[in-house]
C-alpha cells in the first residue's frame, strides 16, 4: 500500500494519484519553474486526461508547456498608455501623413520614459482557463478547409499557439474577428464559401491601412488590440498581425526574416503562407505582386539566410550550442529556425580560417555587408579545422568572421557565392594590377528601369524656335543607365536652338542634360525653353541646374521637349545627359575615395569627379579584389563591387 502523493517514474511518465495529474518526465523543469502555477497547468492536462477522445489535445497542452519556458509578456504602463492614446488617433484619423505626424508626436512622447519595461514568463502567469480556451479553438480552426492539409507538428507550430510575439496575453481570436476580419472579408468579392486561403492571404498583404514607420529595435511589441485595428507600424508589427489574422481562421501563416539583406542596408521580416505541398509562400504588407513573389518583389534585396520563428524551441538554434561564447545578438533566440532552402536552391560553403580565432572561440560567421559594417548572418561550428556553413542563397558575397566584443573580425578572405553554386575566394592579386572605369558609387538595381522613359528619345538643333526643321543629331537607342551618359559629335554646323525631345508616350522626365563645345569644359547656357505645362516641382529649368538630384517632367504625355536658346549659333560637340536617379553615380566636383579588402579596407587614393568624363579611372587596382567607392563629399549609400569584363558588378 502506497501513501498519497508518492511518484513512481514508470516509462518515462511521472505518476500521481487521481486525485492529482499525469505527465511526462519532460514537463517536471517547467513546471518547477511555474512554481505556484504550476497547478494551472497540471489542470489543462488533467482536462485533457480524462476522456480518450482528448488524446490529441492533451498532446498539444503538453506540447505548449514544454516550450512555455521561452515565451514571455512584457508589462509597462508607459507602452499601454502609448498604445491607448495611439488607438485614440486610429479612431479618428485615417490619412497616412496626419497618423504619421500623430504617431511621431506620440513616440517622442512615451519612448523616453520607457523604462517600466518588465517580461514576465508564461509558465508563472497563464491560466488553465486562457490555455484550454486556446487549445479548443485552434482544434476548431484546424478543422477549416485551409488547414486540411496540416500534420499534427505543423498545427503546432502555425494554429496552435496561444501567442506569437511578445505581446501581453489576450484573447487574440475573438479581438481579430471583431475588429480585423469583418473589414478583410468585405475587400474579397466572392462569396464566402469560395474563398481560398491564398484570397485570404492577398487580402492580408493589401490592408489598406498598411503605412510603414520604424521603431528603434528594444522597444515591446503591439497589444492585441491595437494591433487588431493598426493603422501604421513596422514590417514586423505588420507580419504579426497577418500570422493572428490568418491563423484565427485556420490558414497557417508563420513569421519569417532575414537578419540582413546581403546586398544593402537593413534586414526585414515578412509572411509565408505555408501551402499545401508545404512550401512557403511569402507574402508582406503593401505587396502588389503575386503571392509568393514577396521576395523578389524590390530587385536590390537578397536574403543571404531566412530564418523562421517558430514557437517550439529549436535544439539545433545557435542558443542552445553556444554554450558561454558570446554571439550576435540576432541569433540568440531559442525559436530560430533556418528555412533557407525552403526558399532558395542554395550552396553549402566550407571556409579554412587564415586567422586564429580570438579567445579560442569555437563559433564562426558568413558576415554581408550594410553598406558601412559586416553583420553576420549564418554561423558554424568549427569541425576538423574548417567551419561548413549550410544552406546559404545564392548570387551574394559574405566574409568569413569571427563574433568578438560585439563586432566582427575577419577569418578569411571574402568569398562570391555564384548563382551556379561555385564559390570565388576574393583575395587580391597585388602582383596584378589592373585598370578600371568607375561609374557609380552604388548598386543600381533598384532603379535601373528609370532610364526606359529616355529609351526612343532624341537631340535635336534647329535655327527655327519652332523646330520646324528640325535636325537630329543624337537618338538614344538604347536604355540609358544611371549614370551621365556622353555623346561626341562630328558635325561643325551652328544652331541656335537645342532641344531633347521625349519618345511616345513619355513625359520628358530627364534630370540633367549639358552641352558643349569643342575644347572646352564649359557648358553652354541659354534660355530653357520648352512646351507642355511642367510638374510643379519639376520645372524645365530643373533639366539644366546643374543638380542630378532634381529632374524636369511634364504633366503632359507625347511630344514633350525641353532645351535651349543660345545668344548666338553654337556647334555643339558633346552632350552629356542623365536620367532620373538615385544621385549614386559620379558627379562633378565631388571627392571620391576607393578601398580594396585585404583583411581591412586599404585606400586606393583620392580623386575628384569631372564633368569631361563623369567616370573616375584608377590604375593598379590588385586584380580579384573587394572594392568599394566612397563619395568623401556627400551621401551615404555605398556597396562592394568586383570589377570583371570591365564593368563594375555590384554585390
Same mark, same amino acid.
Given at each position: 500500500m502506497f501513501k498519497q502523493g508518492i511518484i513512481f517514474v514508470l516509462l518515462g511518465i511521472i505518476v500521481v494519484p487521481a486525485s492529482s495529474?499525469?505527465?511526462p518526465k519532460s514537463l517536471e523543469s517547467n513546471l518547477k519553474l511555474a512554481g505556484k502555477n504550476s497547478a494551472e497547468l497540471e489542470k489543462v492536462i488533467r482536462h485533457y486526461s480524462n476522456h480518450r477522445a482528448d488524446t490529441l489535445k492533451r498532446k498539444a497542452a503538453i506540447f505548449l508547456i514544454q516550450n512555455m519556458d521561452v515565451h514571455e509578456s512584457y508589462v509597462s504602463k508607459t507602452w499601454d498608455n502609448f498604445q491607448s492614446e495611439l488607438d485614440s488617433l486610429y479612431t479618428k484619423e485615417d490619412r497616412p501623413s496626419e497618423l504619421i505626424k500623430g504617431f511621431n508626436t506620440l513616440y517622442e512622447k512615451y519612448n523616453q520614459g520607457l523604462q517600466d519595461v518588465v517580461y514576465v514568463s508564461d509558465l508563472k502567469t497563464i491560466s488553465s482557463q486562457f490555455l484550454i480556451k486556446n487549445i479548443d479553438e485552434a482544434f476548431m480552426a484546424w478543422k477549416s478547409p485551409f488547414a486540411k492539409h496540416l500534420n499534427f507538428q505543423d498545427f503546432c507550430e502555425y494554429i496552435l499557439p496561444y501567442r506569437i510575439a511578445t505581446e501581453p496575453l489576450a484573447d487574440w481570436r475573438t479581438e481579430f474577428n471583431k475588429q480585423f476580419i469583418p473589414d478583410m472579408y468585405s475587400r474579397i468579392r466572392k462569396q464566402k464559401d469560395s474563398i481560398s486561403a491564398k484570397d485570404i492571404c492577398n487580402a492580408l498583404k493589401t490592408y489598406p491601412y498598411g503605412t510603414i514607420t520604424f521603431f528603434q529595435s528594444d522597444v515591446p511589441d503591439y497589444n492585441i488590440h491595437t494591433l487588431s485595428v493598426m493603422r501604421l507600424g513596422s514590417c514586423r508589427y505588420y507580419s504579426i498581425q497577418a500570422a493572428f489574422a490568418g491563423r484565427s481562421l485556420g490558414i497557417p501563416v508563420a513569421l519569417d526574416n532575414t537578419p540582413q539583406w546581403a546586398t544593402r542596408s537593413f534586414g526585414h521580416e515578412w509572411n509565408a503562407f505555408i501551402s499545401p505541398n508545404n512550401k512557403p509562400m511569402a507574402f508582406g504588407i503593401g505587396d502588389q505582386v503575386e503571392l509568393g513573389k514577396h521576395i523578389e518583389n524590390v530587385p536590390d534585396r537578397i536574403p543571404p539566410k531566412i530564418y523562421r520563428e517558430t514557437f517550439a524551441k529549436q535544439p539545433s538554434s545557435l542558443f542552445f550550442i553556444k554554450n558561454e561564447e558570446e554571439i550576435p545578438p540576432q541569433f540568440d533566440s531559442p525559436c530560430y529556425r533556418d528555412v533557407t532552402k525552403d526558399y532558395y536552391i542554395t550552396t553549402n560553403v566550407e571556409v579554412k580560417p587564415l586567422v586564429a580565432a580570438p579567445a579560442n572561440k569555437k563559433l564562426a560567421y558568413l558576415s554581408v555587408f550594410d553598406n558601412k559594417n559586416w553583420v553576420p548572418v549564418a554561423w558554424s561550428k568549427k569541425e576538423n579545422d574548417k567551419f561548413i556553413f549550410s544552406d546559404v542563397n545564392r548570387g551574394i558575397v559574405c566574409l568569413p568572421s569571427y563574433y568578438h566584443q560585439g563586432g566582427v573580425i575577419p577569418a578569411a578572405y571574402p568569398v562570391v557565392l555564384r548563382k551556379d553554386g561555385s564559390v570565388t575566394i576574393l583575395k587580391p592579386n597585388l602582383s596584378k594590377r589592373d585598370t578600371i572605369t568607375l561609374k557609380r558609387k552604388y548598386q543600381d538595381r533598384m532603379h535601373s528601369w528609370l532610364g526606359y522613359?529616355?529609351?526612343?528619345?532624341?537631340?535635336?538643333?534647329?535655327?527655327?524656335s519652332t523646330f520646324k526643321d528640325a535636325v537630329d543629331i543624337y537618338n538614344i537607342a538604347v536604355k540609358p543607365e544611371q549614370y551621365f551618359q556622353t555623346v561626341?559629335?562630328?558635325?561643325? @554646323?551652328?544652331? !541656335?536652338?537645342?532641344?531633347?525631345? #521625349?519618345?511616345?508616350?513619355?513625359?520628358?522626365?530627364?534630370?540633367?542634360i549639358e552641352v558643349y563645345e569643342k575644347d572646352t569644359n564649359i557648358k553652354l547656357s541659354g534660355k530653357v525653353i520648352g512646351n507642355n505645362k511642367a510638374e510643379s516641382d519639376r520645372q524645365h529649368y530643373k533639366a539644366f541646374d546643374g543638380d542630378i538630384l532634381t529632374r524636369f517632367k511634364s504633366q503632359e504625355a507625347d511630344g514633350t521637349w525641353v532645351g535651349l536658346?543660345? @545668344?548666338?549659333? !553654337?556647334?555643339?560637340?558633346?552632350? #552629356?545627359?542623365?536620367?532620373?536617379?538615385?544621385?549614386?553615380?559620379?558627379?562633378?566636383?565631388?571627392?571620391?575615395?576607393?578601398?580594396?579588402?585585404?583583411n581591412k579596407w586599404v585606400s586606393l587614393g583620392r580623386q575628384t569627379g569631372s564633368n569631361e568624363t563623369y567616370r573616375l579611372i584608377y590604375n593598379?587596382?590588385?586584380a580579384n579584389a573587394l572594392l568599394l567607392l566612397r563619395n568623401l563629399t556627400k551621401g551615404t549609400e555605398e556597396r562592394v563591387f568586383t570589377y570583371e569584363n570591365g564593368e563594375q558588378v555590384w554585390w
Open positions: 495529474v499525469s505527465y522613359a529616355m529609351l526612343g528619345g532624341k537631340f535635336q538643333v534647329s535655327n527655327d561626341y559629335l562630328t558635325t561643325a @554646323d551652328q544652331y !541656335k536652338y537645342f532641344r531633347y525631345l #521625349s519618345p511616345k508616350g513619355s513625359y520628358g522626365e530627364v534630370s540633367e536658346a543660345f @545668344d548666338t549659333p !553654337k556647334a555643339i560637340h558633346r552632350i #552629356s545627359y542623365l536620367p532620373r536617379n538615385d544621385g549614386n553615380c559620379i558627379d562633378n566636383k565631388q571627392l571620391y575615395e576607393l578601398f580594396y579588402w585585404d593598379n587596382v590588385p
